[in-house]
Protein backbone atom coordinates (compact mmCIF):
# COMPACT_ATOMS: atom_id res chain seq x y z
CA UNK A 1 0.00 0.00 0.00
CA UNK A 2 2.44 2.49 1.00
CA UNK A 3 5.05 1.79 -2.28
CA UNK A 4 1.52 2.29 -4.20
CA UNK A 5 1.36 6.09 -2.95
CA UNK A 6 4.90 6.47 -2.72
CA UNK A 7 4.56 5.41 -7.24
CA UNK A 8 1.51 7.92 -7.38
CA UNK A 9 3.38 10.57 -5.96
CA UNK A 10 6.59 10.37 -7.83
CA UNK A 11 4.46 9.78 -11.21
CA UNK A 12 2.64 12.49 -10.40
CA UNK A 13 5.66 14.98 -9.60
CA UNK A 14 7.24 13.69 -12.81
CA UNK A 15 4.07 14.61 -15.10
CA UNK A 16 3.63 17.90 -13.53
CA UNK A 17 7.30 18.29 -14.26
CA UNK A 18 7.51 17.33 -17.77
CA UNK A 19 4.02 19.50 -18.21
CA UNK A 20 5.91 22.58 -16.77
CA UNK A 21 8.85 21.64 -18.77
CA UNK A 22 6.95 21.65 -22.26
CA UNK A 23 5.18 24.89 -21.25
CA UNK A 24 8.68 26.70 -20.82
CA UNK A 25 10.08 25.06 -24.10
CA UNK A 26 7.09 25.66 -26.80
CA UNK A 27 6.88 29.57 -25.01
CA UNK A 28 8.39 31.89 -28.11
CA UNK A 29 11.46 33.67 -26.86
CA UNK A 30 11.25 37.24 -27.55
CA UNK A 31 13.90 38.34 -29.87
CA UNK A 32 16.47 40.69 -28.60
CA UNK A 33 17.28 43.64 -30.44
CA UNK A 34 20.60 45.20 -30.89
CA UNK A 35 21.95 47.55 -28.29
CA UNK A 36 22.31 51.27 -29.24
CA UNK A 37 25.62 52.63 -29.13
CA UNK A 38 24.31 54.66 -26.48
CA UNK A 39 22.99 51.87 -24.57
CA UNK A 40 26.11 50.30 -25.13
CA UNK A 41 27.65 53.19 -23.54
CA UNK A 42 25.47 53.04 -20.74
CA UNK A 43 25.91 49.40 -19.67
CA UNK A 44 28.48 49.14 -16.72
CA UNK A 45 31.67 47.65 -17.69
CA UNK A 46 32.79 44.77 -15.93
CA UNK A 47 35.67 46.11 -14.35
CA UNK A 48 37.11 49.46 -13.78
CA UNK A 49 41.52 49.81 -13.74
CA UNK A 50 42.34 52.79 -12.25
CA UNK A 51 44.72 53.87 -9.72
CA UNK A 52 44.57 53.01 -5.53
CA UNK A 53 47.10 55.12 -3.20
CA UNK A 54 49.28 55.72 -6.26
CA UNK A 55 49.03 51.72 -7.36
CA UNK A 56 47.75 50.06 -10.15
CA UNK A 57 44.56 48.76 -8.73
CA UNK A 58 40.51 47.09 -10.17
CA UNK A 59 37.55 48.40 -8.95
CA UNK A 60 34.14 47.30 -9.66
CA UNK A 61 32.15 49.67 -11.40
CA UNK A 62 31.13 52.30 -8.92
CA UNK A 63 32.79 51.25 -6.09
CA UNK A 64 34.59 53.34 -3.82
CA UNK A 65 37.42 51.04 -2.68
CA UNK A 66 39.55 48.39 -4.95
CA UNK A 67 38.79 45.17 -5.40
CA UNK A 68 42.36 44.09 -5.99
CA UNK A 69 45.73 46.33 -5.95
CA UNK A 70 48.81 45.60 -7.63
CA UNK A 71 52.35 46.35 -6.24
CA UNK A 72 53.34 48.57 -9.83
CA UNK A 73 53.40 51.76 -8.69
CA UNK A 74 52.04 54.24 -10.79
CA UNK A 75 55.37 56.63 -11.38
CA UNK A 76 56.65 53.48 -13.32
CA UNK A 77 54.40 54.26 -16.54
CA UNK A 78 54.61 57.41 -19.10
CA UNK A 79 52.67 59.70 -18.09
CA UNK A 80 49.99 59.87 -20.65
CA UNK A 81 48.89 55.88 -18.97
CA UNK A 82 49.00 57.54 -16.02
CA UNK A 83 46.56 59.91 -16.72
CA UNK A 84 44.42 57.10 -18.40
CA UNK A 85 44.33 54.86 -15.10
CA UNK A 86 43.70 58.16 -12.98
CA UNK A 87 40.70 58.40 -15.15
CA UNK A 88 39.64 55.21 -15.17
CA UNK A 89 39.70 52.53 -17.85
CA UNK A 90 36.63 50.49 -18.44
CA UNK A 91 37.05 47.30 -19.23
CA UNK A 92 34.47 45.00 -20.83
CA UNK A 93 35.16 41.64 -19.63
CA UNK A 94 37.65 39.19 -18.00
CA UNK A 95 40.15 38.65 -21.16
CA UNK A 96 40.68 42.59 -21.31
CA UNK A 97 41.58 42.70 -17.61
CA UNK A 98 43.68 40.54 -18.36
CA UNK A 99 45.53 41.67 -21.03
CA UNK A 100 45.63 45.34 -19.80
CA UNK A 101 46.37 44.69 -16.31
CA UNK A 102 49.51 42.30 -17.94
CA UNK A 103 50.24 45.43 -19.78
CA UNK A 104 50.73 47.75 -17.27
CA UNK A 105 52.15 45.26 -14.61
CA UNK A 106 54.92 43.55 -16.59
Known sequence: MQS????????AACLLFAGV???FCQSPVPALS????AEQTAAAPYRVL???????????????????VYD???SSLPAAEQERLRQGIAVEDRQQLRRLVEEYTS
Open 50 to 68: GVWQEKIAVFLPDAAEPEC
Open 21 to 23: WLA
Open 34 to 37: PMSD
Open 4 to 11: KRIWAVWT
Open 72 to 74: TPL
